[in-house]
Every structure is written in structure tokens, then in C-alpha cells.
């Protein structure tokens, strides 16, 4: 079955740099890769999406790149700030058109003043 | 448009006891779906509606639950039997068929005694 390896140790970075999280998925790439941001106690919030035949998906200061040679995609928020900090998922469609979603345990992301 | 909504936001039982949950996607949408998750961990999808039927269940999904969407608006999740195994936050997300954005609620947290 598929596994989605994301950076269990959180990630603390200052005010102002370049957060970088990890998504490595094993098996056969996904039609669609996702990925949410998820607040303590609340439920995950829709970032960006980006398809297996798309190398690179910019939305504001967010960017993501997806290497299905690699297996693997990269998250990007420049210009950080301490209201980024929350816990980034990374999600796999694996036929795409919306079916259900395969989750990784998501990457904690403190930004420090 | 009010997102996802779900009741109750918390839950505590006994063990033995039965509970139901309620989801209440954005209107419109047709798709509909449940996952489910424990702490560290991301989600993990148990079922999903199109309209009123429900096309995919996982095997996660054992006999003592069962989920219903009967006129294809909201959607009620129930849990017999619970075991202290089924305390985890119980998420729901709606979509506009056939896009690939799921909007997620608040989930409810179950806590078994």
C-alpha cells in the first residue's frame, strides 16, 4: 500500500526565512498531491494542488514542486511568518477527480520571532 | 456559505455505549466524507457519499459502524459497541463533484472511558 513519509521532527525556523517541508511517497505517483495546513483542535484547510503533470504551483507566498521521478514534492512559504506556524499534511489522490484522500502524519512548523 | 459543519464538537462515553455523530456538508456539495484521526497522526479516510450513496468504504470501517447519508444532504456516522481503540477526532469533508478540494468541518473528538 502507499506510505507518505513527511518530517515527524517539528520544524522551527525564524520570522522572515523560507520554510521547506517534505513529502516522499512510496509506490506509483498519485493523479493529484495536496496539501492542507491543520490548526490545533481544528480541522485541515485546503492549500494547494498540484497535478502529477505539473512540475511547480506558485499561490502567494506558498509554492509547491512535484518530482514523480523523485517520489517526492516540496512545500515552500517565503517570507515566514509566526502565523504560519501549524501543522502542514501533505495528501495523496491517488486516481484523482476527488475520491478519497491518503494523508501523511504532517510536519509541525514553529516560526520564531 | 457557513463551511462544514459537525455536532457534537465533543463527545465522552463509556465504553459499551453507542454514539452518532452528524456532519453537515456546504450546501450544494454532493460529495461526502469521513475520516478519521488520532493524535500524530493525519487522517485516514473510512467512507465516502456521492449524493445519497456511499461508494467506498475502508476496511478500517469495521461492522460496529456504520454511516448514512439519506437524502443526500447531511450525514450521520455511528459507532456501536465503542471501544476505547475508537477515541480519535472524526473529521468530515464535503466536495463539488468533481472538483478535488475537500472542505474539512471541525471534527468531533470521541473520547471512550
Known amino acids: 500500500s502507499q506510505k507518505i513519509e513527511q518530517n515527524s521532527e517539528a520544524l522551527n525556523i525564524q520570522e522572515g526565512k523560507t520554510a521547506t517541508l517534505t513529502c516522499n511517497y512510496t509506490?506509483?505517483?498519485?493523479?493529484?498531491l495536496q496539501w492542507y495546513r491543520q490548526d490545533p483542535g481544528r480541522g485541515p484547510v485546503f492549500l494547494l494542488l498540484?497535478?502529477?503533470?505539473?512540475k511547480e504551483k506558485r499561490k502567494e507566498r506558498l509554492k509547491v514542486t512535484f518530482d514523480t521521478t523523485l517520489k517526492q514534492s516540496l512545500f515552500h512559504i517565503t517570507a515566514s511568518q509566526p502565523a504560519d506556524s501549524a501543522t502542514y499534511l501533505c495528501?495523496?489522490?491517488?486516481?484523482?477527480?476527488?475520491?478519497?484522500?491518503?494523508f501523511g502524519t504532517g510536519t509541525q512548523l514553529k516560526v520564531e520571532l | 456559505d457557513t463551511g462544514v459543519s459537525q455536532d457534537p464538537r465533543h463527545k465522552i462515553t463509556k465504553r459499551g455505549q453507542n454514539v452518532t455523530f452528524r456532519c453537515d456538508p456546504i450546501?450544494?456539495?454532493?460529495?461526502l466524507y469521513w475520516y478519521r484521526q488520532t493524535l500524530g497522526q493525519g487522517p485516514e479516510f473510512l467512507t465516502y457519499?456521492?449524493?445519497?450513496?456511499?461508494?467506498?468504504k475502508s476496511r478500517l470501517l469495521s461492522d460496529r459502524f456504520s454511516a448514512e447519508r439519506p437524502k443526500g444532504s447531511f450525514s450521520t456516522l455511528e459507532i456501536q459497541r465503542t471501544e476505547q481503540g475508537d477515541s480519535a477526532m472524526y473529521l468530515c469533508?464535503?466536495?463539488?463533484?468533481?472538483?478535488?478540494?475537500?472542505?474539512f468541518g471541525p471534527g468531533t473528538r470521541l473520547l471512550v472511558l
Open positions: 469533508a464535503s466536495s463539488l463533484s468533481p472538483s478535488e478540494t475537500q472542505y
Open positions: 509506490n506509483y505517483s498519485p493523479a493529484y
Open positions: 498540484i497535478r502529477e503533470n505539473e
Open positions: 495528501a495523496l489522490d491517488m486516481t484523482g477527480g476527488g475520491n478519497k484522500l491518503t
Open positions: 450546501s450544494e456539495h454532493n460529495r
Open positions: 457519499f456521492q449524493n445519497e450513496a456511499q461508494l467506498e
